[in-house]
């Protein structure tokens, strides 16, 4: 009898353990589960990644991920009663934010380059893309050449953004070069005349488009001149906070949830005025999901 209530107590000891090293966590989790709060970065207007509906909740491709993985950390830490606080962010101040630790995460429409990756950590990749410009159809602008000493707009603090200026310098095209606070102000130009051509990621020009009064008065042009990625930001050296973020895309990407998830928010009627982007599945996509990785393109 002894025997066995000594090994009662040896076994409950080794779960009081193995309890205390579940919960023992590090970095953001321990912030997060400390604090009871979740702090997310979100975007207002980056259709159809993270954006704002008709009643000004915020919906989107990136940001059904963002939430799949606020249900992750819950899990995670054990606690369900996590608040979950949102912050709308812009291109200029998003990283700041991650670094400063005002927000834990942000999953909108960031690109993981290597420069960043100085400044901050990212997750899994979530989309893969090509640089073009949106233009109006009757403009004669077909590619990069064309916008030789034209006003061109980008949206500022973006990789984009930087590009247009390098580019811009090196093949000597003389254009004027302006920067919008935010994707819906830089396409505004092009509609209004002030500028000629919209560089951005192509699926957020096929977003603004969707928006128009006219889609049809508008087109996207332009051979990219290479590949990027999005990925969720985080902040740098907290590999138990990204693993959490990555075996949560993974396990999306290899499930076939996030091409369903593509169809819905890119080859549906999404909000707020229920049209179609359809901006179709690339093969660089299908291979992204098949094989899930936080690779930078650059």
Same mark, same amino acid.
């Given at each position: 009898? *002894? ?22 966590f590090t970095?953001? !989790? /321990?912030?997060?589960?400390d ?8 975007r207002?207007?980056s ?17 059904d ?9 819950? *899990?995670a830490?054990?606690?369900s ?14 990283i700041p !934010? ?11 429409s ?21 640089i073009?410009m ?21 949206t ?7 590009? %247009?200026? *390098? ?8 254009? @004027? ?16 005349g ?18 128009a /009064? ?8 332009? @051979?990219?001149?290479? %590949? ?7 902040r ?5 906070? /990204? ?9 999306m990407?290899?499930?076939g949830?996030?091409e ?12 707020? *005025?229920?049209i ?10 299908r291979?992204l999901?098949?094989?899930?990785n936080d690779?930078?393109?650059d």
């Amino acid at each position: 009898m *002894k025997f066995a209530a000594a090994a009662v107590m040896t076994f409950a000891a080794l779960g009081l353990v193995g309890q205390a090293s579940a919960e023992d966590f590090t970095g953001t !989790l /321990k912030k997060i589960k400390d604090t009871g709060v979740i702090s997310m970065g979100i975007r207002e207007s980056s259709i159809p990644f993270s954006y704002y509906d008709e009643n000004q909740h915020t919906v989107g491709y990136s940001q059904d991920i963002a939430l799949r993985i606020v249900d992750a950390i819950k *899990k995670a830490v054990g606690r369900s009663d996590l608040q979950l606080r949102m912050m709308p962010i812009t291109s200029q101040n998003r990283i700041p !934010l991650v670094q400063n630790g005002t927000i834990d995460f942000e999953c909108g429409s960031t690109a993981n380059t290597m420069a960043r990756q100085k400044q901050v950590a990212f997750s899994d990749s979530i989309f893969i893309y090509g640089i073009r410009m949106v233009t109006k159809a009757n403009s004669g602008i077909r590619d990069y050449p064309d916008l030789a000493g034209k006003t061109v707009v980008s949206t500022a603090g973006t990789t984009d953004e930087l590009m %247009l200026r *390098k580019m811009n310098a090196e093949k000597k095209l003389g254009m @004027t070069v302006v920067s919008a606070q935010d994707h819906v102000q830089a396409f505004q130009s092009v509609a209004d005349g002030r500028a000629a051509a919209f560089v951005m990621d192509d699926p957020i020009l096929y977003g603004e488009r969707a928006k128009a /009064k006219n889609p049809n008065e508008f087109v996207v042009v332009g @051979t990219p001149p290479g %590949l990027e990625t999005y990925g969720c930001m985080l902040r740098k050296d907290d590999p138990e906070f /990204k693993k959490v973020m990555d075996d949560t895309i993974a396990q999306m990407q290899r499930s076939g949830e996030a091409e369903k998830l593509y169809d819905k928010w890119f080859n549906s009627p999404i909000p707020p *005025k229920g049209i179609n982007l359809k901006y179709p599945l690339s093969n660089e996509m299908r291979a992204l999901f098949q094989n899930p990785n936080d690779k930078a393109l650059d």
